[in-house]
């Protein structure tokens, strides 16, 4: 039986200091020689994920941006892309009219950027942008118009909670909408993705394109539930949400314990 192992990163396969200990990277590096399929399914872009990726060997196609991407790892090429129709104009006006302004992810003039009014940042919203100091994707604009520009894939809403909220009840049924706090900075994140962006989807593309008969993931956030129903098995690990736990098949140890890696040694291949 081929079976696909897919992780998330952050809270996952990341320790809280948002690396890998060498001892994971070590295991599933080992793992993957002997045949393992490994993957890793995650909200970051490709450049942050292999930035706290380093040193591990992840040779199929990895899903980024929630799902909004399926990339393959080693020439980079998108495999799968996922972007919001024309009616994404009516949700950023939607936004503005209450006073939010996004973080909005799209391919502009053919480069792919993330666009942000330095103005109009939240500080959970400067916060971020000050973790990506030097990456080529940053596009501070003056006019927040210019945030419909380009083919948008991806909108980022880091604010209050009490404005978020009826935002996410707002388009969560008619758009993929992850609704939650940051387990770094404890910030209310909006994300809005099209509908068709999932990882739940984008797992069952990648598992169709290399031929898996079996899907095993991992995950600690409530964003993983629909990856667990898209998979055969999913484990959490012990830090996971308690939404998260009740539909996984088990519970692992912590992000902190290796908890994925120390399962794939014992159960994998």
Not at 12 to 17: C, G, I, Q
Not at 33 to 62: D, E, H, N, Q
Not at 186 to 215: F, H, Y
Request: glycine fraction near 6%; include cysteine.
């Amino acid at each position: 039986m081929k079976t696909l192992y897919v992780s998330d990163l952050d809270g996952t396969l990341l320790r809280s200091d948002e690396q890998m200990s060498e001892y994971t990277n070590n295991t599933i590096n080992t793992l993957v020689s002997k045949g393992m399929l490994f993957s890793y399914a995650t909200a970051r872009s490709l450049i942050t994920a292999k930035k706290v990726t380093k040193g591990l060997s992840a040779k199929i196609p990895l899903i980024v941006y929630n799902g909004a991407f399926i990339i393959d790892n080693v020439t980079e090429e998108v495999l799968r892309a996922n972007y919001f129709d024309d009616s994404v104009n009516d949700v950023l006006e939607d936004l503005f009219s209450h006073d939010i302004y996004p973080i909005v992810y799209g391919i502009v003039d053919g480069k792919e950027k993330f666009s942000f009014v330095p103005k109009l940042c939240t500080k959970g919203m400067n916060t971020f942008i000050n973790s990506r100091k030097g990456d080529i994707r940053t596009n501070a604009i003056d006019d927040y118009k210019d945030l419909k520009k380009g083919n948008i894939f991806y909108i980022s809403c880091i604010d209050e909670t009490e404005k978020l909220a009826p935002m996410y009840e707002r388009y969560k049924h008619d758009y993929h909408c992850v609704f939650q706090k940051d387990i770094y900075t404890g910030d209310q994140w909006l994300e809005i993705l099209p509908k068709t962006a999932s990882k739940a989807n984008a797992v069952r593309q990648l598992r169709e394109m290399i031929g898996c008969d079996k899907v095993v993931a991992f995950g600690d956030g409530k964003n993983d539930i629909d990856l667990f129903q898209a998979a055969d098995e999913g484990y959490a690990v012990s830090n996971a949400h308690e939404d998260l736990k009740k539909v996984a098949t088990g519970v692992i140890l912590s992000n902190n314990e290796d908890g994925v890696a120390k399962w794939l040694e014992d159960e994998a291949l």
